[in-house]
């Protein structure tokens, strides 16, 4: 196909999209009015599953399957991330040193860890009743483990976050919430339809399989978001390229102002040599 085919083609396209979207525009209801048709409907829909928190059941009862291709595209960029930051075979792997903390760095890390992971544990399980959910909490608990790397090193995060095992629940998280859309199909339902029971209102058990794709979700952001940032890191603190422009984890900000002035004074010597 030409340039100007495909431009053609593109403008076409275009054109039809806009008009379209135009359209849909002018039916929807107008702004700074009560009459809210779309709201009322969510609202009405998550109280007849029991659900107290809209949002969720928005998100994971009445519009399950984008959120479920929303997930999907987390996951798929994880696994990119990991695909394209692995170690290349000409690079090299250091262990790092350890780096000087302070001591009241150390203890106010010691001390928000766990509190940041139990949060983040608190607003996943709690993503039916109040506001947050697996998408906020998964992030709350992968910033907690990182905790220790901002008030240790990464020799300490690298203890408290095996890689491997936060891979394998990654992949278990986002299995997990395509599997519960089976429910749906078994109970001759339409896929991620809310078929378990109900339970009671403001409980823990309500919202049927609110709580359990919300769960899911959360599994797998906190662990996708581990993984991701692992292979940055990685990268930054442990890989070193053969040419020397990789990181050098041995080394500190203190050492490369001491290579810039042993450069800085070579030069001076060479200009003193010319004269």
């Known amino acids: ?21 135009a359209a ?10 009560r009459h809210h048709p779309y709201g009322a409907r969510a609202v009405r829909a998550a109280l007849d599953h029991r659900t107290a ?14 959120t479920l291709g929303e997930e999907s595209i987390l996951f798929g960029a994880v696994l990119g991330a990991v ?6 075979r000409d690079e090299d792997r250091a262990a790092p040193e350890p780096g000087r903390v302070l001591p009241s760095t150390l203890l106010l890390g010691a001390g ?21 959910g697996g998408f906020q909490g998964g992030v709350v608990l992968a910033t ?11 020799r300490v995060l690298r203890r408290v976050r095996p890689l491997a095992f936060f891979s394998a629940l990654d992949a278990v ?39 359990l794709v919300n769960a899911a979700v959360g599994v797998e952001v906190a662990s996708g978001v581990i993984v991701l940032l692992a292979q940055f890191l990685d990268q930054a ?3 070193a390229s053969p040419d020397g422009n990789g990181a050098d984890p041995a080394g500190s900000p203190g050492d490369d102002r001491d290579d810039r002035d042993d450069r800085d004074g070579d030069d001076d010597r060479d200009g003193d040599d010319g004269r």
């Open 24 to 33: 849909a525009c002018a039916g929807l209801p107008d702004f700074g009015t």
């Open 173 to 211: 998280g986002a299995g997990a919430f395509t599997a519960l859309g089976l429910a749906g199909l078994i109970a001759g339902a339409a896929y991620l339809q809310n078929v378990v029971p109900l339970g009671t209102f403001g409980t823990l058990s309500s919202a049927g399989l609110v709580p």
């Open 53 to 66: 928190n809209v949002v969720s059941a928005v998100n994971f009862d009445q519009r399950a399957l984008d």
């Open 144 to 154: 907690g483990l990182h905790v220790a790397y901002v008030a240790a090193d990464y």
């Open 237 to 239: 603190v442990e890989i």
């Open 1 to 21: 196909m030409t340039r100007t085919a495909r431009s053609v083609l593109f403008l076409a396209a275009a054109a039809v999209f806009a008009a379209a979207f």
């Open 83 to 88: 695909v394209l930051l692995r170690r290349a």
């Open 112 to 132: 928000l860890l766990p509190v940041t992971v139990l949060v983040g544990a608190y607003v996943v399980a709690h993503g039916q009743l109040s506001p947050g």
